[in-house]
């Protein structure tokens, strides 16, 4: 494959610049890669963020002795099987194992004990941030083709060509080039508009769906669940991309004049696709990026444990309390006090949270997406969620500041 990818050498140049994390990138446990400012899939480069560290007593963090601290302990004792032994957490997470579920005293006598603070901020001095969110979507959906379920959805294609770049380019480390063969050459995979208008597509179907939007939302958060007939649901899990780089159908929309800045928020695009169905298809091909899903085993969590989509940590999410961050800044696993307000509000929200997973537009040290859960009024908090935060990590005592 190296001959390949020496002769493909422009076409890695070309998409390099405008591309960036986009086209490059393999994500985590989300799908689409949109330009790297934009939405939370690809996971960051290597290179350590730019970020500070001030110890703060607990008694300084504005809502820490209102705050219920027991939810917050659980989803970071959730995560402890995913954390290795050597490391610094690692005895934080056997005592935090050992605390009472709902004892809220308890809770909080050990994570006071146990951890310091430590309030993040960047090296220009900012501390605060941008805190969005992000959910899981559940679509109505079917095995076999109906009259209703016509869309399907699609697992990775056999003839979808992944090159590790690094195998040719040290300096590229941990990015992928995606294409196909045609004849002795790798060219770009087909597009978004090619793939929706290829009858057959030759990609194994996961499922068929009925809503084009709804499938779209699904590829951008990366993870899902289709809800049969029968009440049974398949678990969905982003695995592969086609390459090309994600165009954000909302900045479409708004450059159009279609929506103002305000309107363009999940709800908002899905309520111009209702009004304007005739010129929906050609407003989603404006996004060329296409995200292939595999299925998982049904999900068996015990009562009361995280059962969410797999995050970067590699443990389930926990609705309401795990946050995607940039690992650059926040080690993974590690609790975090979030300070920050209810979507669309001024109302406070403060919690403890745990830092499980990863996107590309996490970019930053006071930067954060929260994981508002599964289903529709997740989606709906998650779309609207825009707000300023602030975050404090907790790291084990005697550790000195938090190392990413």
């Known amino acids: 494959m190296t001959h390949i990818v020496r002769a493909f050498a422009f076409f890695v140049a070309a998409i390099l610049v ?24 690809c996971p960051a480069p290597a290179k350590r963020a730019e970020a500070t560290y001030r110890q703060a007593a607990f008694a300084e963090i504005p809502g820490w002795e209102s705050t219920a601290i027991a939810p917050g302990l659980r989803a970071f004792a959730a995560g402890c099987a995913w954390i290795a032994a050597s490391h610094p957490l690692r005895r934080a997470c056997d005592g935090a194992l050992a605390v009472p579920a709902n004892d809220e005293s308890a809770a909080r006598r050990f ?49 979808l060509v992944a090159v590790d770049l690094e195998n040719v380019y040290a300096e590229l480390r941990g990015m992928r080039l995606r294409g196909r063969i045609e004849g002795n050459r790798l060219v770009p995979y087909w597009t978004r508009a090619e793939i929706e208008s290829k009858n057959p597509f030759r990609a194994p179907v996961l499922a068929w769906v009925e809503d084009p939007v709804e499938l779209f939302f699904l590829q951008i958060q990366g993870s899902g669940q289709v809800e049969l007939a029968s009440g049974a649901r398949l678990y969905l899990r982003y695995a592969d991309q086609n390459g090309h780089p994600y165009r954000s159908l909302g900045r479409y929309l708004i450059q159009r004049g279609e929506l103002s800045l305000e309107q363009s ?53 926990s609705a309401g309390y795990s946050l995607a961050v940039d690992p650059r800044a926040v080690p993974l696993g590690a609790p975090v006090f979030l300070g920050t307000s209810m979507p669309l509000s001024a109302q406070p929200l403060l919690r403890l949270m745990a830092a499980q997973d990863t996107g590309g537009a996490i970019r930053g040290a006071v930067r954060a997406d929260l994981f508002w859960g599964t289903g529709s009024e997740a989606g709906t908090l998650a779309g609207r969620m825009r707000q300023q935060g602030r975050m404090w990590v907790l790291w084990p005592r005697g550790e000195g500041p938090p190392r990413p």
């Not at 908002?268 to 010129?279: D, F, V």
């Open 18 to 41: 405008p591309a960036g994390c986009a086209q490059l990138a393999q994500p985590t446990s989300r799908g689409t890669c949109p330009p790297c400012a934009e939405c939370p899939h």
């Open 111 to 159: 994570v006071e004990e146990t951890f310091s603070a430590w309030a993040l901020g960047s090296a220009e001095g900012a501390a605060e941030g941008m805190i969005t969110g992000y959910y899981e979507p559940v679509l109505p959906g079917s095995r076999t083709r109906t009259d209703r379920f016509r869309l399907p959805l699609y697992g990775v294609p056999e003839d």
């Open 265 to 317: 928020s999940m709800q908002g695009i899905k309520a111009w696709a209702a009004a304007n169905p005739g010129r929906l298809r050609e407003a989603l091909d404006v996004n060329p990026s296409y995200v292939f899903f595999r299925e998982l085993p049904a999900r068996a969590a015990p009562p009361g444990a995280a059962d969410g989509p797999i995050g970067a940590l590699g443990a389930p999410l």
